[in-house]
Every structure is written in C-alpha cells, then in structure tokens.
C-alpha cells in the first residue's frame, strides 16, 4: 500500500543519482589517492633511479666533411698554374743555354768545307759544308739524300756518255763534234747541276726556304727538258749514251 502513501499532487522531488551514498563514497576515494600521489617525491624516485647519460655513452657527434670554398679552389688552381709556368719557363731557359753553347762551340771551332771531298795535299780545298745528319731535319734527309744520289747519277751519265763519244771518235773521226760536246756536257752540266738545283733543295729542306723551293723547281724543270733532249740521241749534240 505503499503506492498509495505517496501523494501524485505533491511537488516532485529532485533525486541526484551521484548523491548516493555509495557513489560518493568510490568518488571520494579515488580523489584522495590522486590527489596524495607526486610523482616527482622522493619516495616515488626511490624505486624509479635514473642513470645519467654521461655515464654511459658519449654523445654522437656526426663527422662532415668540409669542402673547400670556390676561392680556396680558385686560389689552389692558380698556384699550380704558377707552379707548372715557372717549370715550363726554367726548362725553356735550359734548353735556350744550350743551345747557345752549341752556337758558341761551333763559333769558336768553325765549320771547315767538307765537300767535294778532296785529298789534303791539293792545293783546291772544299768549296761547301754538306751534313745531313746536323743540318737536314730527321722528316727531309731521305728525301734530300735521294736528290744527291740523283744528281751523283746525272753526272755518271754525263761521263759514260764521254766514254761512248771518245770511243765513237776512235772509230770515225766524223764523229768529233759528238766527242768535243760531250766533254762540254760533262764539264759544264755536272757543277752546274750541283750549284743551280741540288744546292737550293738542299738549302730548302735546310731552313724551309719557300724561295730555295721555287728556284729549286724551276732550274730542275729546265733541266728535265735536258734530259729529254739528250735521251733521245740527236746526231750531232754530243749524245752517245
């Protein structure tokens, strides 16, 4: 009957749940145990120790590598630079005193005519100095020795066409005219050879004369046409051979 005791007219009454005696009890409990608890105390660092980390380990330190900045590399470059163009400047000069000493030596010794190559107790002595091994650069002496032995052979023509001519002569006295031009030949064309077209090749390859060249092709052109005449035996111009 209690239902009925309760009065459905009166005023309601304001019921809090969290004003239940058990409910404050657990919420009053819990507040007070975080509320006395510091974890920074002494006694809660006690069972909790720290070890300092010098103790242990040193820290890591990270090692880089310092590249050298544009001026330090520009200011490295131009110093070997120096370096190498004052090596280059004393090898110059070594091989300029050098040469000045060779210049000198041969100054004071003076060079002596070697060709033609005559006997020392003639009275006629040397009238030019031939080397080709001093005077010829290494590239030019095979082509150079070439055109000496061409004009040693021109000159070996020239005195068996002599010999053809004198032996002609000792057969027919008409052919005189043949004999006395061979001689001619012989005498006149083999210094003339030497003087007019191998001496200027000669001197060509010597100093790289463009002039000696010209002249050189130009007396040989002539003497070409030389050859030509005499090769093919006209009756009567000294030709035999």
């Known amino acids: 009957m209690s239902g009925f005791d309760n009065n459905p007219f009166a005023e309601p009454v304001d019921v809090n749940p969290f004003q239940d005696p058990s409910v404050t009890q657990v919420t009053n409990t819990s507040a007070d145990g975080i509320g006395e608890y510091n974890p920074f105390t002494a006694g809660a660092l006690d069972g909790h120790r720290t070890v300092p980390l010098s103790a242990t380990s040193q820290p890591a330190v990270l090692q880089t590598t310092v590249e050298p900045s544009p001026q330090a590399s520009v200011a490295s470059g131009q110093a070997e630079l120096l370096r190498?163009?004052?090596?280059?400047?004393?090898?110059?000069?070594?091989?300029?005193?050098?040469?000045?000493?060779?210049?000198?030596?041969?100054?004071?010794?003076?060079?002596?005519?070697?060709?033609?190559?005559?006997?020392?107790?003639?009275?006629?002595?040397?009238?030019?100095?031939?080397?080709?091994?001093?005077?010829?650069?290494?590239?030019?002496?095979?082509?150079?020795?070439?055109?000496?032995?061409?004009?040693?052979?021109?000159s070996v023509t020239l005195f068996l066409n002599l010999l053809a001519c004198l032996v002609y002569f000792t057969v027919s006295t008409q052919n005189g005219v043949d004999f006395g031009l061979s001689i001619l030949w012989f005498i006149l064309f083999t210094p003339v050879a030497f003087v007019c077209w191998y001496r200027p090749v000669y001197k060509a390859f010597k100093s790289d004369s463009s002039f000696s060249f010209f002249f050189f092709f130009f007396i040989f052109s002539f003497q070409v046409i030389v050859y030509i005449i005499q090769s093919v035996g006209i009756p009567g111009w000294g030709n035999r051979c």
């Open 84 to 154: 190498q163009q004052a090596e280059l400047e004393r090898k110059a000069a070594e091989l300029e005193r050098k040469e000045q000493e060779l210049r000198d030596r041969d100054a004071a010794r003076g060079k002596e005519n070697n060709w033609p190559p005559l006997p020392k107790f003639l009275p006629i002595k040397p009238c030019f100095y031939q080397d080709f091994n001093e005077e010829i650069p290494v590239e030019y002496q095979r082509v150079c020795k070439m055109m000496y032995y061409l004009w040693m052979y021109h």
